[in-house]
């Protein structure tokens, strides 16, 4: 079975500081992961995935994620938060089982805190 | 905004009342999904529809039914709920197996 683990369920930063959201996985064959954000009475909306390409993968908002196998992370990082960062951060991981979709498991999330 | 649209936003419901909440994509998405979530908790599978049949049932209670009338609507059909849930019901779509899920901003269901 695959899991996802994010450590630290909680972040504050500094306006303009580096954002760090950590997660490691667990699966039995190649992953697919995605880090999806989710603002406060909203739905999940997709950052970045990695689906065995580039292990350095860019996202919208100037997020990015890197893949490194030996240490089964994909931990997704902001050079400089911006105030509109403050949200839920979920990484997931995907098992797809042939046509019958595309089964996520996500990590407990972390929330972002952005100070003035 | 958001390109699967779901209805209603807001929906309180008594213990014996019958209600639907519903899913709408016209990405041209094979594969729906119905996600429940809990208050400061990540999305929890509930059931999965692909090419319009039910594919996956992550063992939910029969009070929560779902339907696919055709390849843009998925629906949840809700009867009998118990308080416990209580949640944000999101929907999602993907193009196929092995697309990203894109999802619905979500119905927050209040069971009384």
């Known amino acids: 079975a695959q899991s996802v683990t994010q450590l630290g369920s909680h972040v504050s930063v500094s306006e303009g500081a580096l954002v760090l959201l950590r997660c490691n996985y667990s699966?039995?064959?190649?992953?697919?992961l995605f880090w999806y954000v989710q603002y406060p009475n909203q739905g999940l909306q997709l950052l970045l995935k990695y689906t065995s390409a580039a292990t350095l993968v860019k996202g919208i908002n100037g997020f990015e994620a890197e893949f490194k196998k030996s240490e089964t992370s994909f931990h997704l990082t902001k050079p400089s938060a911006h105030m509109s960062d403050a949200a839920e951060y979920f990484c997931a991981v995907s098992e797809v089982i042939k046509a019958a979709g595309n089964k996520l498991t996500f990590g407990g999330g972390t929330r972002v805190l952005v100070k003035p | 905004d958001t390109e699967v649209t779901q209805t209603p936003k807001h929906l309180v419901m008594g213990m014996t009342n019958k209600k639907s909440l519903k899913c709408e994509q016209h990405?041209?998405?094979?594969?729906m999904y119905w996600y429940k979530q809990k208050a400061k908790k990540p999305p929890e599978l509930m059931f999965v529809y692909s090419y319009e049949k039910l594919s996956i049932n992550e063992s939910v209670p029969s009070r929560f039914s779902p339907e696919c009338p055709n390849s843009s609507l998925l629906n949840l059909h809700l009867h009998a709920l118990q308080p416990e849930d209580s949640a944000l019901y999101l929907c999602?779509?993907?193009?196929?197996?092995?697309?990203?899920?894109?999802f619905g901003n979500g119905t927050r269901l209040t069971v009384t």
């Open positions: 999602a779509s993907s193009q196929d197996d092995n697309s990203p899920l894109h």
């Open positions: 990405m041209g998405h094979r594969a």
């Open positions: 699966s039995s064959v190649p992953p697919y």
